[in-house]
């Protein structure tokens, strides 16, 4: 019998070619796709489209993640941000969206995840005095906004994308089939909705559960899973902690 690759079920919405796809294969595993939630549009098209385009007005872009920047940018016509916008990102893969859209280094935490950048925000600037968006999914986190808002800064919050659980039936379907010996969870509606399709137990069974943040792993712990948690909240560093903790598994590809 021939060891075969690790199994690693992807539970973000991503295509077959998708980043974090790439980095597992990158170092001989086998991602395999269990999509629980799907990205939808903003709910409110006008409003994403406004704050987009009045960027000038504001002193600070803060990004929770790549996908909130993408958003952004689409509703902007993909207009390169202000030159003198000073931004800040959750983690490297978001700093990187916003140096892709013109982004000056971007703040980023030495750990990320927003609780390590509530706290290079802190002494960043002098709050009292400025403005600040902050795109964000429809049921994202709220704590950002909330510490800047302590900080003084005057803090608008625009819906930039939102996602939906797919029904529990076709996630069991889907996680029947990926028979993974891994898994990666990327958000708190991710956990809630695998764990509502297969199982708090289910879960217990992998080596390991990865989060994506400490945020998505406190979810988890809720729903009775323990969860590690890469260094940095990026596609790279889950692959290299996945690949690290790696054992050998016999027989042959599924």
């Not at 049921?139 to 800047?148: D, K, N, T």
């Amino acid at each position: 019998m021939t060891a075969r690759p690790l199994r690693v079920a992807i539970t973000r919405d991503e295509a077959a070619d998708g980043p974090l796809a790439a980095a597992l294969r990158l170092r001989g595993m086998e991602p395999v796709s269990c999509a629980v939630v799907a990205e939808r549009a903003a709910p409110d098209p006008d409003a994403l489209r406004r704050a987009a385009h009045q960027l000038v007005a504001y002193d600070w872009l803060v990004a929770a993640s790549a996908r909130a920047v993408a958003a952004l940018m689409e509703a902007r016509a993909r207009e390169p941000l202000p030159p003198g916008l000073r931004t800040a990102a959750v983690g490297p893969g978001t700093a990187a969206a916003l140096e892709a859209h013109g982004a000056s280094a971007p703040l980023v935490p030495a750990v990320a995840g927003a609780a390590g950048l509530i706290e290079a925000l802190r002494s960043a600037d002098f709050w009292p005095r400025r403005r600040a968006l902050l795109p964000r999914a429809l049921m994202g986190g709220r704590e950002l906004g909330e510490a800047l808002r302590r900080f003084g800064a005057s803090v608008d919050e625009v819906v930039a994308y939102c996602t939906v659980e797919r029904p529990p039936d076709e996630v069991a379907s889907a996680w029947s089939a990926a028979a993974p010996d891994a898994v990666v969870v990327a958000s708190p509606s991710a956990a809630r909705a695998l764990v509502r399709a297969v199982g708090a137990e289910g879960l217990r069974r992998l080596e390991p559960v990865v989060a994506i943040g400490p945020t998505t792993a406190m979810a988890l712990v809720a729903l009775g899973v323990k969860a590690v948690v890469p260094p940095q909240a990026d596609f790279e560093a889950v692959a290299d902690l996945l690949s690290g903790s790696r054992r050998p598994r016999n027989g042959a590809a599924r």
